[in-house]
């Protein structure tokens, strides 16, 4: 019998050895169906990973990056849980990392909006593998809908996640075709409604904010008005208050 204080250190121990995500990385694993085989790029400290094989949900994970040292420190991550045997780190840029079929679930976090557009472009017989593409892109989140659209994926989800006072937009995407019948959709998601009603709420007045602020820079400039980009401008004010107005009824 393991006398009690021991037990109590083991317990801890044990609890200690439970990798804990940000709010943004644990909203990221959610979005992970049970059972897949999932390829984290650009997997940095392999925090992902970890957590997918630690909570059972994937059974295998390959962890990319196009640097060595964080793919150094999430191979030691991975030794150090326990999990050298269900995971894979490979070094290489994007997507070239992975053979055609070798995964059915792949995660591009934490990168700009245009790099994961070029990620996607250069691999396309890795895509056309690949049934489920979970991205949370930093910047350009409207140009990437546009590339996922124009080439023949269907935006399933888009989820918001509030980070140290920062929100950060996901999507979980697919391959299929999807109907744009607001182009307003690029910029607030075409799921907007799905989040949490406060949450949807700031995310669109922090965009009706800076599009006044766009809109204010512009009229301002007295020696050369761009009367195109202030009709643009003001239309997509108008657009984002509707959706603002439809989120509030």
Request: with cysteine; hydrophobic share 40%; aromatic share 6%.
């Amino acid at each position: 019998m393991v006398p009690f204080v021991k037990y109590q250190w083991v317990v801890k121990e044990v609890i200690s050895m439970r990798v804990k995500l940000t709010r943004r990385l644990q909203k990221i694993a959610d979005q992970v169906e049970q059972g897949s085989v999932v390829a984290d790029i650009g997997t940095d400290h392999g925090y992902i990973p970890i957590y997918l094989l630690e909570n059972k949900i994937s059974e295998y994970v390959i962890a990319g990056d196009i640097n060595m040292k964080p793919l150094e420190s999430a191979e030691a991550n991975l030794q150090r849980y326990g999990f050298s045997n269900k995971a894979e780190t490979r070094l290489g840029s994007g997507l070239s990392v992975l053979k055609e079929g070798e995964v059915d679930t792949v995660i591009i976090a934490g990168m700009g909006g245009l790099l994961i557009s070029d990620l996607l472009e250069s691999s396309k017989n890795i895509v056309k593998k690949i049934k489920t593409f979970i991205l949370q892109p930093m910047q350009a989140q409207m140009e990437l809908r546009k590339y996922l659209i124009q080439n023949g994926f269907t935006i399933k989800k888009d989820i918001l996640v509030k980070e140290d006072h920062h929100i950060y937009e996901i999507f979980v995407a697919e391959h299929g075709q999807q109907e744009v019948e607001n182009t307003i959709y690029y910029e607030t998601g075409f799921h907007i409604q799905s989040n949490a009603k406060d949450l949807a709420e700031e995310f669109i007045l922090g965009k009706i904010r800076a599009t006044k602020q766009v809109i204010e820079n512009i009229s301002q400039n007295a020696s050369e008005t761009p009367v195109e980009k202030l009709k643009e401008m003001e239309r997509k004010l108008k657009k984002l208050e509707e959706v603002l107005l439809c989120l509030q009824k």
